[in-house]
């Protein structure tokens, strides 16, 4: 049975950094892509760094550009998110997805709803 199970996350002092990983079991992952998905408190589930199965091709919005990094390692079915310089405003639970039946643009790679199997999230927090 497919499953995602994300860690690495905890708490961090703004301008800090974390990795998180999101393990794959029970389906080859590197056949699907992946994204990340935040949720914040009364604000919806939104998909910010994603990574193609195909070519390895990697989407950010402009809010995390340069600072967060969506990479996969297909040997050990994972995939990470290395995030630095965090701000307030990156905590949120932070959850894993995979798709492998939509092929998208870059732009439009972390659609949300093209997404089925997901884990169940990793708190990061981010204090003064």
């Known amino acids: 049975q497919p499953h995602l199970v994300e860690s690495g996350g905890g708490l961090v002092q703004p301008w800090g950094s974390l990795r998180l990983s999101c393990a794959a079991s029970g389906f080859t992952s590197g056949y699907y892509a992946i994204g990340w998905f935040r949720q914040s408190p009364g604000k919806e589930r939104d998909g910010f760094s994603c990574?193609?199965?195909?070519?390895?091709?990697?989407y950010y919005p402009d809010s995390v550009k340069v600072r967060f990094t969506i990479s996969r390692d297909n040997a050990k079915n994972t995939v990470y998110l290395q995030m630095n310089s965090l701000k307030p405003g990156n905590a949120g639970l932070y959850s894993c997805?995979?798709?492998?039946?939509?092929?998208?643009?870059?732009?439009?790679?972390?659609?949300?709803?093209?997404?089925?199997?997901w884990g169940t999230g990793a708190q990061v927090t981010v204090y003064s």
């Open positions: 990574i193609s199965a195909r070519d390895g091709s990697t």
């Open positions: 997805a995979a798709q492998g039946r939509v092929i998208r643009t870059v732009q439009n790679m972390c659609v949300r709803d093209d997404y089925y199997y």
